[in-house]
């Protein structure tokens, strides 16, 4: 059973960090580009972030670029998302997702594979 798990969701201040975590199994993880997104109620979901198979090719949001950091560990099937300097804006669902394309194409939520439960996190002003 393929299963993507999001943890480190939570309320922050304006200006603080959160770091979200993805735990993969069910998969060839080192297979799959993987990748954030998020959703905002009455939004549509959107892309964040994405990683290659490796590890070293990395893509943004334009909103997110220069805060956010993700990486990955493929000896332990995980994917971390560092946000900093976030905003109220940034407030919303994040999912965690994979797709067995490059890392760019991730950007059309159409190639996304697998995705996760989701997990909140809340940015207060």
């Known amino acids: 059973e393929v299963q993507l798990v999001e943890s480190g969701g939570g309320l922050v201040q304006a200006g603080g960090s959160l770091r979200l975590s993805c735990t993969a199994s069910?998969?060839?993880?080192?297979?799959?580009?993987i990748g954030w997104f998020r959703q905002s109620p009455g939004k549509e979901r959107e892309f964040v972030s994405s990683?290659?198979?490796?590890?070293?090719?990395?893509y943004y949001a334009d909103s997110v670029q220069g805060r956010f950091t993700i990486s990955r560990d493929n000896a332990k099937n995980t994917v971390s998302l560092q946000m900093n300097s976030l905003k109220p804006e940034d407030t919303a669902v994040y999912y965690c997702?994979?797709?067995?394309?490059?890392?760019?194409?991730?950007?059309?939520?159409?190639?996304?594979?697998?995705w996760g439960e989701g997990t909140l996190v809340t940015v207060s002003s």
């Open positions: 990683v290659s198979w490796g590890g070293r090719t990395t």
């Open positions: 997702a994979a797709a067995k394309v490059v890392a760019q194409s991730m950007r059309k939520i159409s190639r996304v594979d697998y």
């Open positions: 069910g998969f060839s993880f080192d297979d799959y580009a």
